[in-house]
């Protein structure tokens, strides 16, 4: 049995609902079950440098698959359900993916995925009852996944999650199991919650916030998590009345829209205690506006892939206008020279894994961010960001790999991508092209389409021939400032 199983079976009562998405609800009991039957079935791989990828589409077979890799010792890398085929080949191939598990559907359309890596659908490790592929993956396979060879005095490798890189491809950060249960204990310390709380999740479980903040901060409390796909304001803020939510987890353009809507007000809140927002830097607008129409507060908190949660504020405390609130108890921060924030603390990071090995920038306990950031009295305020990313919704987008997809686009010469400041999303993705004649705006969006996510196509396409000048590209990426969890 894995910690996690423990963990299900010690925390709350076995017949407590531990999941609900839509219609379909778990026990705790049910849960830890359905892990069990799982992890014997695992594919062979879920090796250190080479996972088995995972297409999450946020439903409770998802999650349980998700946890079954991590509870059978299977170094796993999840996925967004809204990667093309052309994204997961791409992004397998460059973290080494040994195998995929995705939805039903998504494997049966994975022909393309096929070529670097075989798939496996859901319902094959899913399935109640003993089924003929049992037996093959008992003797591919025992026990669950192989595991992660375990280095002297290091932990092993449980997750790899896609992070912002520099250039080219999202680098993939490792990180262990402990420190997914560490940082779910975090958040249920620092924010109070309580075995009986509800809370309600509008942000993917495979981002850190998502998983962390939502997934294990509910599990290592014995509370409720109800997921929310495919969240609109609308809609989450009907879950959040149907299930008497107490907790709401999003990041700040969806606390934006629930303020703007005529249609949500406060009865929609019920029970709801506060609101946590990560992901992008919440404009203290907003939070205004959020807690005079639901009488509530939303707090912010600020952290990334790499670090962790770091610093947050306290539902029980004012903070500074502008700030992300206290540094979270275990977390170290300094300011380098240069004004970027260096963070410590035991939730860091294992690396990056970067070609055929591993790269780690931590150094001597400390990892030095790309936010520039100010610390007064342990309140922390970020004030901008050295990188060039954009920030899309929270979803944070690298503009590179977006221009070297546009460049392999036929009688594309030239392309140039940046982000430029939205109220409403916080960044959209402006692409400049040049281009020969007869190429269209439609004809590169249906292109990209292709080759990217949804949210990755650029919102503006301009095809006049010019790149932006170097005011221009300066301006679009000195204002890409934001804070929050990958």
């Not at 894995?2 to 849960?31: H, M, S």
């Not at 025992?142 to 790899?160: I, N």
């Not at 590169?444 to 790149?467: C, F, M, N, S, W």
């Amino acid at each position: 049995m894995g910690e996690l199983l423990r963990l299900l079976e010690q925390t709350a009562p076995l017949d407590k609902i531990a999941l609900a998405e839509g219609n379909e609800t778990v026990t705790y009991r049910q849960l830890a079950e359905r892990i069990g039957i799982v992890r014997g079935r695992l594919p062979a791989g879920g090796k250190e440098l080479e996972p088995v990828g995972l297409v999450m589409n946020q439903s409770v077979d998802s999650v349980i698959v998700l946890l079954s890799c991590l509870d059978g010792g299977a170094a796993v890398l999840p996925v967004d359900d809204l990667q093309t085929a052309s994204d997961l080949a791409r992004i397998g191939a460059a973290g080494r993916v040994a195998c995929w598990i995705a939805p039903e559907d998504r494997a049966q359309a994975g022909a393309n995925i096929e070529e670097t890596a075989p798939v496996v659908p859901y319902s094959r490790l899913l399935a109640l009852g003993k089924t003929a592929a049992d037996e093959l993956d008992g003797k591919r396979n025992p026990g669950g996944g192989q595991g992660c060879k375990e280095e002297p005095g290091e932990a092993p490798v449980s997750l790899y999650l896609l992070s912002s890189g520099s250039t080219g491809l999202p680098k993939m950060a490792c990180l262990p199991m402990q420190t997914l249960l560490r940082e779910g204990r975090k958040y249920r310390d620092w924010f109070g919650y309580r075995p009986d709380d509800s809370l309600v999740a509008t942000v993917p479980l495979h981002h850190l916030y998502g998983l962390t903040g939502a997934l294990f901060g509910s599990l290592t409390t014995g509370a409720t998590l109800h997921i929310c796909r495919h969240p609109t304001p609308r809609k989450a803020a009907n879950l959040l009345r149907a299930c008497q939510g107490t907790v709401l987890l999003g990041v700040p353009s969806f606390y934006h829209l629930l303020c703007m809507s005529r249609h949500i007000g406060q009865g929609h809140a019920g029970r709801l205690r506060f609101a946590i927002s990560a992901g992008g830097a919440l404009a203290p607008d907003t939070a205004a506006a959020f807690e005079g129409k639901f009488g509530k507060r939303v707090l912010q908190l600020y952290g990334s892939t790499e670090t962790g949660a770091v610093a947050a504020e306290h539902p029980r405390r004012r903070h500074r206008k502008g700030s992300c609130g206290y540094l979270l108890p275990g977390v170290e921060a300094r300011m380098e020279a240069d004004g970027r924030l260096a963070v410590r603390s035991a939730s860091l990071f294992g690396g990056y894994v970067a070609g055929s090995g591993k790269e780690c920038p931590v150094q001597e306990g400390w990892f030095v961010t790309d936010d520039l950031a100010t610390i007064e009295e342990q309140e922390l305020t970020v004030i901008g960001r050295v990188p060039r990313h954009i920030n899309v919704a929270g979803r944070k987008v690298n503009p590179k790999e977006i221009e070297d997809v546009l460049k392999h686009m036929p009688r594309i010469r030239e392309a140039k991508v940046a982000g430029r400041p939205d109220e409403l999303q916080g960044e959209i993705i402006v692409a400049w092209l040049t281009a020969d004649d007869g190429v269209s705006a439609k004809a590169v969006r249906d292109y990209l389409k292709t080759q990217l996510a949804a949210y990755k196509i650029p919102h503006e396409i301009h095809l006049d021939g010019a790149l932006p000048g170097w005011k221009e590209r300066y301006v679009c990426e000195d204002e890409q400032e934001g804070t929050g969890q990958e």
